[in-house]
């Protein structure tokens, strides 16, 4: 359940553009994977807040998560698959796959790794 509450944080802090609270959310090493929508690849915390306050960053007015699975793997690793559905300004509607790892940290359930994949119809 507190891997579902970390995913429901992201989209709360995000839409309320409270970047330094997403130290809730990410490990400080965090990679984070936006390449599919035409922004780069950050590898730490202090990188990625940085990339979303700049001007050029455009987010959804509203994130939300559902079709939330969480698997172990053999080695330990827990990973998360999601869906995403993103509200723009003019109302405009998108969808996304979250392929997360998460770690348990002295602080609770941290995202370390996110590929966010924009979901396009064909053609």
């Known amino acids: 359940m507190a891997i579902h509450e970390l995913l429901g944080l992201y989209g709360h802090l995000i839409d309320q ?3 330094d609270d997403l130290a809730e959310v990410f490990t400080d090493d965090v990679v984070f994977d936006a390449t599919s ?3 780069s690849v950050t590898t730490s915390y202090k ?8 001007d050029d960053t455009m987010h ?3 994130h939300h998560v559902t079709n939330i699975v969480v698997s172990e793997g053999p080695d330990g690793t827990v990973r998360v698959l ?3 559905i993103g509200v723009g300004p003019k109302g405009r509607v ?3 796959t979250y392929e997360d790892v998460v770690v348990k940290t002295p602080r609770g359930w941290r995202l ?3 590929v966010a994949i924009l979901r396009r119809p064909d053609g």
């Open 17 to 19: 553009r409270r970047w």
């Open 37 to 39: 929508f035409g922004q």
């Open 47 to 54: 990188d990625l807040i940085h990339h979303w306050k700049s």
């Open 60 to 62: 959804p007015l509203a």
């Open 82 to 84: 999601s869906k995403a």
């Open 94 to 96: 998108g969808t996304a």
């Open 112 to 114: 370390s790794r996110r």
